[in-house]
Each structure stands twice: as C-alpha cells, then as structure tokens.
C-alpha cells in the first residue's frame, strides 16, 4: 500500500505553521509515507505571502505562495512525491482544493474573493476537486459552523482535530452520500503527535491521478502515531 498525507501545511506560505521543507520530509519519511500534498493557507487564508508582499500584483503573491510547496518538492526529491494542493478560507471555514497548478492559479484571480456557495460550484465546472475541510471544527475565532453539501468531498478524519468533530464529520458526509471522503493530518508542526492520511493500492503518479481514485471510491483513510515526535 502506498500511503500520502492530503493536508499539510508549511511555514513559508502558511502563517500558522512552523514546518521547514526538511521537517516535512524527516515526518513523512519516518513514518512510512509514499508522498504529500502540501495545501498551504491560500491568499484569502492565514497566508505569509500577503504580508511579505502587501503591494505585489496577484501574479507576484502566487508566485510567492507556490513556494513553499517547490520548496519541500526539492527537499523531497528522491525521498517522497510532493503534489500541490490549496486551503481556501472564509472567516474559519476552509476548503481544501485539488487540480490547480502554479499556472492556471495565475488565471483564476476570482477564487480569492469569491463565495464559496458559488466557489464550490465553480470547482465543479472546471473539474477541480473541493473537499470541506474539518467542517466542525470550533475554535475561538470561529463564530459559527458553516456547511456547505456543495463540495464534492468532505474531509472526514482530520488528525488535528477532537473526535467529536471527526465523528460529525463522518455523519455529515454519509447523510449526503459523498463517494469522495479523506483523511489528513492538517500537520502545521512537526511535534504533532498523530498523523492522518489516505493509502492506495496504486502509488499515485498526479494529482489528476489521485483524483480519479478518490471519486472511484478507492483508497482508504488511516491514522497513526507519529514517530517523528517520539
């Protein structure tokens, strides 16, 4: 089995994450992990980029953005596969994106403000795989749950999280009959004590690829005590 973390976040692109690229490779390395997914804070989100470059043009930020995730893909090389993913945010409520590039994120300057009940339908359109994020989670910054059934997926064990919000989560996706549900570790540090993830019977070779697998129903949600901590 081939296993991959889908939400992982680094300290060059997310504000709240203090994970260099050689951390991520010795945490996903050490604990038996075929690759990752970086999905760093996007620029609607808890990014560093907006404060790095207040005054850049939208081009300039996602270039700045996408490299955090270039950054661990070259400390990873021959060690783990490093696929690009975003987390886009409204006021606590994240949706994980899967399908951008470097590129085609230059082309696309209105997800940053967009809605999400028009974001999600968007995605749809344009074929890019959206997975609620956590969608219980509380925290003091957080006013409210916000759901929203439109996404095609919805993140179900989220390791960073308590058990009541996975378990609300689960509930909420079965009730919806959402084929695609994941797992991931949300790891911002790698101190983090329990890691998440999804395993494959086929290594996953793009994220094109690993889409297709999840929207069949394959792969399989696990989590694990992360050794790298120990």
């Known amino acids: 089995m081939y296993r991959y973390e889908l939400h992982c976040h680094t300290a060059r692109s997310s504000a709240c994450a203090s994970l260099t690229p050689e951390e991520i490779v010795n945490v996903y390395t050490a604990n038996g992990y075929t690759g990752v997914f970086v999905t760093d804070h996007f620029l609607n989100g808890n990014t560093t980029v907006n ?3 207040p005054n850049a043009s939208y081009e300039e930020k ?8 270039e950054e661990v893909k070259k400390a990873a090389e021959g060690k783990l596969d490093v696929f690009f993913g975003i987390e886009v945010s409204y006021r606590g409520t994240d949706i994980l994106l899967y399908g951008y590039d470097e590129e ?3 082309k696309v300057p209105e ?6 009940s028009s974001l999600v339908k968007y995605c749809k359109e344009k074929d890019i795989l959206a997975v609620q994020a956590h969608p219980f989670r509380e925290d003091f ?3 409210h749950i916000r759901l929203f059934p439109g996404t095609e997926g919805v993140e179900v064990l989220n390791s960073s999280r308590n058990e009541l919000c996975n378990k609300l989560g689960k509930f909420y996706a079965d ?3 959402k084929i695609v549900q994941t797992g991931g570790s949300d790891i911002h540090h790698a101190s983090q004590k329990v890691l998440s993830g999804m395993e494959f019977e086929e290594k996953i070779t793009s994220v094109r690829h690993f889409i297709r697998l999840v929207r069949a129903g394959k792969g ?4 694990l005590e992360n050794k790298y901590s120990l």
Do not use: N, T
């Open 111 to 116: 997800i940053v403000d967009m809605k999400f």
């Open 175 to 177: 009730s919806y009959g």
């Open 62 to 69: 996602i270039e700045e953005f996408c490299k955090g995730y």
């Open 51 to 53: 404060r790095r470059l």
């Open 141 to 143: 910054y957080i006013d």
């Open 104 to 106: 085609s994120l230059k």
């Open 220 to 223: 399989k949600i696990f989590h």
